[in-house]
Every structure is written in structure tokens, then in C-alpha cells.
């Protein structure tokens, strides 16, 4: 089984800390590590390489080490035993202008070797018979990598699109936020799993590009559609922001959408999307809250469905009150508003109130808030609760 754990970037002296800055574009979840002393501008250090070498390979660490491959085998030597139990352990010259992978061969330092070349602009000195494929990577095609950012739909397995199944099965890298990668596993032994905070998109499509660049098949994962309030847009303002020639012509790019959110709780409570309706996400860490306040005034007199996303978090408690009073300026107390608790997850939770009805504590993040038209009703459903539908037809006769 491949090693999970993020790479260590080890530097022998300050000649290296330039180079393992190259390295880190292309695995920004490596730390760099250096001697204290020499390479005080190391995040981490250690009063000892060879220590330090020891320590991270017994702990399954994969090592990027620039110094000799002398000082990495004479440190490594005594622990070495079974081939298959060794993290991937690659020696790169200080200069970047060679990379060696020693260890781990059937654990992941091959495409680690890869990765890092792709960083450098360097080919890997591949050395056993494993690598012969990869070690013809100047004269041959280059290998197109391959980055799809995927919509797992709302969570259930079921509502997930085949072709997004699919994906996932043949990928070598998943990219993504927590949350959404356990979503979408589990994974073979064979997958590497890049998960990281909500709040670093740009950095999670970068890092993609980085790899598929360097010929891997790279997945990144969005909830619901990725189009939506989701991944998809970054990505693509990565590749449109770079000035790195192999992201545009080195990396199939496809995006494979999935159910949204709004779309998953309608039907679950009828068909309050039947007519015209927009979204519209009330989080404005991207977007000034007046911008969100003209548009839901807009949409509210141009009597639109409303699909609200992001509705409300504990750094922005108010804001959902806000939109409701404004709401209400222009719809009746009447109207009917579906609230779509982690829809296709466990503990799913739909409920139908109405606008003079709903408070914002009966809403969290994970809910999508469906506001209803003038045109859209309720009707109780047989056996408890009630079906809510808009009309297709507006201001004509049905028939
Ligand atoms: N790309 C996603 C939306 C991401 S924005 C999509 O297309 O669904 C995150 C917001 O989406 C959440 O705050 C919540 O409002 C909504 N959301 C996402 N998944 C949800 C689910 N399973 N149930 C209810 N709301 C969900």
C-alpha cells in the first residue's frame, strides 16, 4: 500500500532551499525540513540529517532528500528490509538538475519521481528494469495527464452519475475538501489522497494542474454539481492565470457534473423549480452582502424561485435574518419555502414552512433554502407532509 502521508522536503545545506521551493509548486502538501544551522529558513529543523532521515522513514514519511544519495543510503542502510514496507525515498541534487529515486518503488516513488521532475523541468534517473516504461518519458510522446473535477452529486452513492463512478475508479490522485473526499471513497491501496481545508481552492487547482502535468490522472472532488458554487470555476481561472505551457497542452481537462443541491431537495418535496427560478449563494466571503441584498431584491421582484446555498455559518449568523426581512417585503407570509437538511446523507431532513413561518435557527450550512414564487403552493401528501410544486404556466391560462 502506497504511503498517505504528505512528503518531506529535506535540505543539507541553504544551496537546496531554492530548489525544494520548485519542488513544493508541484506537492504543496510537502514541508520542507532542513539542518538547523545551514538552512535556517527551513519550516522544520533538525540538529541531524541522518536523525532526521531515520526518523521519517520509520514513520512511513515519503522523503524528497537533496544531498548525495550516499548520505541518504548510508543513513537508511541498517534499517532496509522489506521492499514492499519502505516509503517512496528519492535523492535529488541540490541544483535540481537530477533526480534519483532509491526506495519505495512499488509504493508510490515513481509517480513521487514524476511529480517532482515535472516541478524541476528534470527527467528521473530511473535505474530498475519497473521504471524502463518511464525512463524513455524526452523522446517518446509525452504522456497526457488527466484532471476531472467531478460532482459527486448531493452525497448518496445512487445520485451519483456513472461516468463520475467512473472517474473516480480510474484516478490516481483525489483532490478535494475533507468532507467531500470521504464522500466519494473508498479508495484502493494504489489512490493518493490530497485532503485539505474548505478555504484553499485556488491552491487544491494549482496543485491539481501540478500533477496532471506531470502525466497523472487527477480527480477533484466538488459536492453537488462541481459547476456550482464549486471547484470548477477555480480550476478554470488556474489554467486561465497560468503562464505554464504544459497545463494547457499537457492535461486533458473534463468537468462531469452532478446533481446540485437545490435540484435534490425539490424533488424530494415535488417540483418547486417548475417555472423559472435562480440561485443564489448568501455566503459573502466572495462577494460584498450588499451585491447579495441588490440580487435577491431583484430576484424577489422578478418573482423568481429562490434556491439559497451557504444560507448561513457561525461566522455569518445575521445575514440569513437580513434576507428573509428583505424576502418578505415582497412575497406573502403564505408562500411555501422547503428546507433541504443533507439531502441523499444520513439524517436527511426535508421540511416545508412557510415565509412568515421560517426562522433562520431552523437552517445550518448544510441546508439549502427553497423560497417559493407567487405561483408556488403546497398540498398535504397522502400519508403526512406535503407536496410543494410551481406551475410551469404564469400569467397565462393553463390551457
Ligand atoms: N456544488 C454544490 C454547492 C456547494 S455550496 C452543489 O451543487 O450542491 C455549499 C452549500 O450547498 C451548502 O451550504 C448548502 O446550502 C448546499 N448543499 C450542498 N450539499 C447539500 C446537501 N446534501 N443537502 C443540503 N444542502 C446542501
Not at 127 to 137: H, K, N, W
Not at 187 to 196: G, K, L, M, N, T
Not at 301 to 330: C, F, K, M
Request: proline residues 8%.
Amino acid at each position: 500500500m502506497e504511503s498517505v502521508l504528505a512528503p518531506a522536503i529535506l535540505c543539507l545545506g541553504p544551496e537546496g532551499l531554492e530548489t525544494a521551493r520548485r519542488i513544493r509548486a508541484g506537492c504543496p502538501d510537502a514541508a520542507i525540513r532542513g539542518l538547523a544551522g545551514p538552512v535556517e529558513d527551513a519550516e522544520i529543523r533538525h540538529d541531524s540529517i541522518e536523525a532526521a532521515l531515520r526518523d521519517l522513514y520509520r514513520r512511513d514519511v515519503p522523503i524528497i532528500a537533496l544531498c548525495a544519495a550516499g548520505t541518504v543510503i548510508r543513513a537508511l542502510g541498517p534499517l532496509l528490509g522489506d521492499g514492499l514496507a519502505e516509503p517512496p525515498v528519492l535523492a535529488v541534487a541540490e541544483d535540481g538538475s537530477a533526480v534519483v529515486p532509491l526506495l519505495g518503488l512499488r509504493r508510490g516513488a515513481v509517480a513521487l519521481s514524476r511529480i517532482v521532475g515535472a516541478s524541476l523541468g528534470t527527467v528521473p534517473a530511473f535505474t530498475s528494469p519497473e521504471e524502463d516504461e518511464v525512463q524513455c518519458r524526452p523522446s517518446a510522446p509525452r504522456q497526457r495527464g488527466r484532471l476531472a473535477v467531478i460532482g459527486l452529486g448531493p452525497g448518496t452513492s445512487g445520485l451519483m452519475a456513472p461516468e463520475v463512478r467512473e472517474e473516480l475508479r480510474r484516478a490516481r490522485h483525489i483532490i478535494g475538501y475533507e468532507t467531500y473526499v470521504r464522500m466519494a471513497g473508498p479508495f484502493r491501496p494504489d489512490q493518493i489522497i490530497h485532503a485539505s481545508d474548505n478555504r484553499v481552492e485556488m491552491d487544491r487547482a494549482r496543485h491539481a494542474f501540478a500533477l496532471a502535468a506531470g502525466g497523472e490522472d487527477v480527480v477533484v472532488v466538488s459536492s453537488g454539481d462541481p459547476g456550482i458554487f464549486a471547484m470548477a470555476s477555480a480550476v478554470l481561472e488556474a489554467l486561465h492565470l497560468s503562464d505554464e505551457p504544459s497545463w494547457h497542452s499537457d492535461v486533458e481537462l473534463v468537468i462531469l457534473p452532478g446533481i446540485s443541491a437545490a435540484q435534490a431537495a425539490a424533488a424530494r418535496a415535488g417540483a418547486p423549480l417548475g417555472h423559472d427560478f435562480c440561485t443564489i449563494s448568501l455566503s459573502d466571503n466572495l462577494k460584498p452582502w450588499p451585491v447579495i441584498l441588490d440580487r435577491l431584491d431583484h430576484a424577489a421582484t422578478a418573482d423568481l424561485v429562490l434556491a439559497l446555498y451557504n444560507p448561513i455559518s457561525v461566522a455569518r449568523p445575521w445575514q440569513l435574518g437580513e434576507a428573509l426581512d428583505l424576502l418578505r417585503r415582497h412575497r406573502a407570509d403564505a408562500t411555501p419555502v422547503v428546507l433541504g437538511r443533507d439531502v441523499g446523507r444520513p439524517g436527511e431532513r426535508i421540511s416545508v414552512v412557510t415565509l412568515g413561518e421560517l426562522r433562520p435557527d431552523m437552517v445550518d450550512m448544510r441546508t439549502v433554502v427553497i423560497v417559493g414564487s407567487s405561483t408556488t403552493r403546497s398540498f398535504p401528501r397522502h400519508g403526512g407532509g406535503s407536496w410543494v410544486y410551481t406551475p410551469r404556466w404564469y400569467g397565462v391560462s393553463p390551457d
